[in-house]
């Protein structure tokens, strides 16, 4: 079977030795995502914004795949503290406001403490 890897440039991507997304077939996976900047620079503060972060490195990853976030089926959300929710949910909200995909939301230490959230 034909695979396309899609990378989004962030070194741990080496380290680890993942895909940003793997298309196989008609079906596209992305991996976790969480807001990490090039270069490695600090992520925003705010729980928001680091969400929009992520979902805008997942549309770019979906759109190299030849999809979009309308033909997401799945997410999962993972926010440091239940409090963060909300507003993780109104950029979930925002970006799959068509597709309404099935989510779940875990809350879990994420592996860089700048992270707030990873979708």
């Known amino acids: 079977m034909t695979r396309l890897r899609i990378s989004s440039g962030a070194a741990f991507e080496d380290r680890v030795g993942y895909s940003r997304a ?14 990490i900047m090039p270069g490695d620079a600090d992520p925003p503060t ?3 914004e680091q969400a929009t972060v992520c979902l ?12 979009s976030l309308d033909d997401v089926v799945r997410t ?7 409090s963060l929710i909300d507003e993780v949910g109104r950029a979930h909200g925002e970006a799959f406001a068509t597709a309404r995909p099935a989510t779940t939301g875990i809350v879990a230490e994420l592996l860089d403490p700048r992270w707030l959230v990873e979708i």
């Open 22 to 35: 793997v298309r196989a077939g008609n079906h596209v996976w992305v991996s976790g995502t969480a807001p």
């Open 46 to 48: 705010g729980v928001y």
């Open 56 to 67: 805008g490195i997942i549309k770019h990853a979906l759109e190299q795949a030849g999809a």
């Open 76 to 82: 999962r959300i993972y926010v440091a503290d239940a």
